[in-house]
């Protein structure tokens, strides 16, 4: 069975602080792919990065960047310079071959105080 | 180009009433998922489609609950008699599943959010 846990339920900061939102997940499948989505109070789930297991390079987009570390099967993401239209929940998912849908982890609300 | 659509973006009914939620998918898309998130929690897979097929349901998933996707393109999701434990967002979600099966990724809808009263 596959599981995704993100421990940090509530994450406050000050703006321009970093922050790292945790994820680690649970498969037996050699296949699989890692997602981030974003969902700010408007509600609707934004799509962020997708990681595929055969490729641990971690990525940088702008102010975000993921760190894949299959040895701690963890997958976070980090927010440099956090700005106040960063808050939102984040919530990290997991997906195998053999079945493609979505498990996701429970989310993480992240506050950015001015 | 445009994202997934769904309609309406809100909807209130009375408990016992039917209700009708409309997807319209990313157009090349062949798969096209539905959700059902609560507040403070992570959204929960209720079905999918791969084009016009139904393959999937989940088994949490009431018989009041069904889904079509007649052609291929849009779906709709309708709940019959209605209950306020129905109130809920109702998000929708549209993948292209290449040949080869290289994984896929989810672009959702706004949702349509549901208050049965």
């Known amino acids: 069975a596959q599981k995704v846990t993100q421990a940090q339920t509530e994450i406050s900061v000050v703006e321009k602080e970093d922050v790292t939102l945790d994820c680690v997940y649970e498969?037996?499948?050699?296949?699989?792919?890692l997602f981030w989505y974003k969902q700010p109070p408007s509600g609707e789930l934004v799509f962020l990065i997708r990681?595929?297991?055969?490729d641990e390079q971690n990525e940088i987009s702008g102010r975000y960047s993921w760190n894949f570390q299959k040895s701690t099967s963890s997958f976070n993401f980090t927010i440099t310079a956090s700005q106040v239209v960063d808050s939102a929940v984040y919530f990290c998912?997991?997906?195998?071959?053999?079945?493609?849908?979505?498990?996701w982890g429970a989310g993480t609300k992240l506050i950015i105080k001015p | 180009d445009t994202g997934v659509s769904q309609n309406p973006r809100h909807k209130i009914t009375k408990r016992g009433q039917n209700v009708t939620f409309r997807c319209d998918p990313i157009?090349?898309?062949?798969?096209l998922y539905w959700y059902r998130q609560t507040l403070g929690q992570g959204p929960e897979f209720l079905t999918y489609?791969?084009?016009?097929?139904?393959?999937?349901k989940s088994r949490l998933l009431s018989d009041r609950f069904s889904a079509e996707r007649p052609k291929g393109s849009f779906s709709t999701l309708e709940i019959q008699r209605t209950e306020q434990g129905d109130s809920a967002m109702y998000l929708c979600?549209?993948?292209?599943?290449?040949?080869?099966?290289?994984?896929?990724?989810?672009?959702f809808g706004p949702g349509t959010r549901l208050l049965v009263l």
């Open positions: 979600a549209s993948s292209l599943l290449a040949r080869g099966g290289l994984g896929e990724t989810q672009y």
């Open positions: 157009s090349e898309h062949n798969r």
């Open positions: 489609f791969q084009n016009e097929a139904q393959l999937e």
């Open positions: 498969t037996r499948d050699t296949t699989y792919y």
């Open positions: 990681r595929n297991s055969f």
């Open positions: 998912a997991l997906s195998v071959k053999s079945n493609y849908q979505l498990i």
